[in-house]
């Protein structure tokens, strides 16, 4: 099995993982951290190969998901304060 693709996308780990666990599968996966900057969780989204056939969508599915583990950390270091 091929390593997944690993990207920085707005201060963010991001992993590119296409037709690697499943064929016709890709995944955009990225970590939620403790305040501590630990990983204690992960948020991902899968779509066909078909539906990311245009490099604008994956990159567009990227910026959503760590769009939502910036609000989720969010929420959650407040929640520790």
Do not use: C
């Amino acid at each position: 099995m091929a390593t997944p693709d690993i990207n920085i996308m707005n201060g963010r780990v991001v992993s590119f993982d296409r037709d690697q666990l499943y064929d016709g599968w890709h995944t955009v996966a990225t970590s939620i951290k403790d305040t501590g900057d630990k990983p204690i969780a992960a948020i991902e989204t899968s779509y066909t190969a078909d539906e990311a056939s245009a490099f604008d969508l994956e990159i567009n599915m990227a910026g959503q998901l760590t769009k939502a583990a910036d609000t989720i950390e969010e929420r959650l270091h407040a929640r520790q304060d």
